[in-house]
């Protein structure tokens, strides 16, 4: 069966620190992939996605994506964290029926 | 932008109450769907639907049910509410073509306790 895997449930990083989270899926020759962040309380905010082309994405709030084939892994980065970048984030894939396959999310923590 | 609304964001409802959540994209979409979200368990769906009258069992279905009469509006039905269904109740909604990718668009939830 198809799997989304995030590694980390939690990661705490200092603000102004880089960020890289994990995620790596189980299926597909050419996936269709997912970042969402979701703030307390809140519905997901699709970050960014992947589908075809250049295999580093950019998305909104300064996120950026890397697809790389090899490891089977969709990695989440941002340069430099801000304490609103607080939340929990989704990896997701898309399937042959246009459902999503989440992973379990990643709780970031900032440090002041 | 897509805009996809959920007509509460919090419900306090006693065991054995009906519950009707009620969801609706303003973009056309053909998909929809409603998600449970629990901590550590991740997103879960419960039912999703492709077209107007159309609906699929999820991963969870049990105990609920659910209407699509027109195409922007998908409602989530819990006939007899349990302590084991309060949750945060997401719906979404999704292009069926190939092009965009199928990203889904959240609405903000619902969190529904029921005592």
């Known amino acids: 069966a198809q799997s989304v895997t995030q590694p980390d449930i939690h990661i705490t990083v200092s603000e102004g620190a880089s960020l890289e989270l994990r995620c790596n899926y189980s299926?597909?020759?050419?996936?269709?992939l997912f970042w969402y962040v979701q703030s307390p309380g809140q519905g997901l905010q699709l970050l960014l996605k992947?589908?075809?082309?250049d295999t580093l994405v950019q998305g909104i709030k300064g996120f950026e994506a890397e697809f790389k084939r090899s490891q089977s892994s969709f990695n989440l980065r941002k340069p430099s964290v801000h304490w609103s970048d607080a939340a929990e984030y989704f990896c997701?894939?898309?399937?042959?029926?246009?459902?999503?396959?989440w992973g379990a999310g990643t709780k970031l923590i900032i440090k002041p | 932008d897509v805009k996809v609304t959920q007509s509460s964001r919090y419900l306090v409802k006693r065991t054995g109450e009906k519950v009707f959540l009620e969801c609706v994209q303003d973009?056309?979409?053909?998909?929809m769907f409603w998600y449970r979200q629990d901590p550590g368990l991740g997103l879960r769906l419960i039912y999703f639907?492709?077209?107007?009258?159309?609906?699929e069992k999820g991963d969870i279905p049990e105990g609920y049910s659910v209407s699509r009469e027109k195409k922007e509006r998908f409602s989530l039905i819990l006939e007899s509410t349990s302590t084991n269904q309060t949750s945060m109740y997401l719906c979404?909604?999704?292009?069926?073509?190939?092009?965009?990718?199928?990203?889904?668009?959240f609405g903000p939830g619902t969190r529904l306790t029921v005592t």
């Open positions: 997701a894939q898309r399937d042959s029926n246009y459902q999503l396959i």
């Open positions: 299926y597909g020759a050419t996936p269709y």
């Open positions: 992947y589908f075809s082309g």
């Open positions: 973009m056309d979409h053909e998909n």
């Open positions: 639907s492709y077209d107007v009258k159309m609906k």
């Open positions: 979404a909604s999704s292009l069926l073509d190939r092009r965009t990718g199928g990203e889904q668009y």
